[in-house]
């Protein structure tokens, strides 16, 4: 069974991976607790796609989409907190680096969590598609 469409998933988690670990090490951008839990969902991705694009495998799909769909819904809250000053505080940002603090805003809108977001929904709609795929050929 074919899966061409994990191989740009896993280039999309391999991107996000350097590029927070660009922010962080190089740029010294300390991540807030939002942060860290993107970063929790996205690394072990990059591991499990490339595993899984090297195999063509369509079971990764069952380890692979829980955590990319979880990755979108924390970037959307990390965003929705960022973005919407009435969206309200929460209790995992009050400690440490605050989760609104912006240390990019490219054109006026792209900062590091609406990145996030946007690798974590393409990874998603990748694997969606893919998997809607494998299963056609399956059938």
């Known amino acids: 069974m074919r899966l061409p469409l994990l191989y740009p998933?896993?280039?999309?988690?391999?991107?996000?991976?350097?590029?927070?670990?660009?922010?962080?090490?190089?740029?010294?951008?300390?991540?807030?607790?939002?942060?860290?839990?993107?970063?929790?969902?996205m690394y072990?991705?990059?591991?499990?796609?490339?595993?899984?694009?090297?195999?063509?495998?369509?079971?990764?799909?069952?380890?692979?989409?829980?955590?990319?769909?979880?990755?979108?819904l924390v970037a959307l809250y990390h965003v929705l907190y960022e973005k919407v000053p009435s969206f309200g505080?929460?209790?995992?940002?009050?400690?440490?680096?605050?989760c609104d603090v912006i240390y990019i805003n490219w054109l006026g809108f792209i900062t590091i969590p609406v990145l996030s977001l946007t690798a974590f929904t393409a990874i998603t709609i990748l694997l969606l598609v893919s998997r809607a795929q494998a299963s056609r050929q399956a059938a």
Not at 14 to 40: D, H
Not at 44 to 68: E, K, M, N, W
């Open 9 to 41: 998933a896993w280039i999309l988690a391999i991107v996000a991976t350097v590029g927070s670990l660009y922010f962080s090490e190089v740029r010294q951008f300390v991540p807030c607790v939002l942060c860290w839990y993107q970063r929790i969902l």
């Open 44 to 72: 072990p991705l990059t591991l499990i796609l490339g595993v899984a694009t090297y195999r063509q495998d369509g079971r990764a799909f069952a380890y692979s989409l829980p955590l990319s769909i979880l990755g979108t």
């Open 89 to 98: 505080s929460s209790a995992v940002c009050r400690g440490g680096v605050p």
